[in-house]
C-alpha cells in the first residue's frame, strides 16, 4: 500500500466528514494523518491527528489535536515492551496496550484488522488499546475484541461501546462502520 488518501461521512448523531492520508514509512512503518470537522449538539470541532505504526502494524506515537471554544493537545509514545509515555510522562495504566484508537475516526480500527489479516472467519482476538475520547482527548483503556466474519467483514466490541459491523476494503481501510461513518472516497 502506497500513499493514499480517503474521507468518510459521519452516520452517528453528528453532522461531520473525516479525512486521512496513508503512507509507508522508511523502514516498513506506517504513518496515518487525518483531520475530522464535526458538529455534534449544535457544537462544531475539528480533531486532527498523526499515528506512527512499525511494521508489525503497532502504535509508536501519536499526536492529536482538538480545537473547539478550547484548544486541547495529545502526544503519546509507546516502546516495543507496549509501555507508554503521555505527554511525556509514564502512563502505567496503558502498559500492555498496542494499539491506540482515536474516537473521532474510523480510520484507527485499520490497525488491529491489519495484524489480524490471518484470523479465519469466526476467530476473535482480544487486545487492550488505548482509547482517546474526543473532544476531551481523556485517555482510558479499553479491550477491544475483533471477530471475523468474512474475507472483508469484521465485528468490533468492546464492554464500553458495544458490538458494530465492520466492512473493510482489500488493505483493511474501513469503508462502513456500522451507525458511525461510511466511506466516500
Known amino acids: 500500500m502506497g500513499a493514499r488518501s480517503y474521507a468518510w461521512q459521519r452516520a452517528d448523531a453528528g453532522v461531520g466528514h473525516s479525512f486521512a492520508r496513508v503512507a509507508a514509512e522508511s523502514g516498513g512503518g506506517w504513518r496515518f494523518d487525518g483531520t475530522e470537522i464535526l458538529v455534534a449538539r449544535g457544537r462544531p470541532m475539528r480533531a486532527s491527528f498523526s499515528v506512527t505504526l ?3 502494524w503497532r502504535t509508536r506515537a501519536v499526536e492529536v489535536e482538538v480545537l ?10 509507546a516502546d516495543d515492551g507496549h509501555r507508554w509515555r503521555m505527554n511525556g510522562r509514564r502512563a502505567a495504566r496503558l502498559e500492555g496496550c498496542i494499539d491506540v484508537d482515536i474516537a473521532a475516526t474510523p480510520l484507527t480500527n485499520t490497525f488491529p484488522i491489519r495484524r489480524y489479516a490471518d484470523l479465519a472467519v469466526g476467530s476473535s482476538r ?9 473532544p476531551s482527548l481523556r485517555v482510558v483503556r479499553v479491550d477491544q475484541t475483533y471477530r471475523r466474519l468474512g474475507r472483508d467483514e469484521w465485528e468490533y466490541s468492546d464492554p464500553r461501546h458495544g458490538a458494530y459491523r465492520l ?8 469503508l462502513d462502520y456500522e451507525g458511525f461513518a461510511t466511506r466516500v472516497r
Open 167 to 174: 466492512k473493510v476494503d482489500p488493505d483493511g481501510i474501513v
Open 54 to 56: 512499525d511494521a508489525a
Open 68 to 77: 473547539t471554544r478550547r484548544h486541547v493537545t495529545l502526544r503519546l509514545d
Open 126 to 134: 482480544t487486545s487492550p488499546v488505548a482509547w482517546v475520547e474526543v
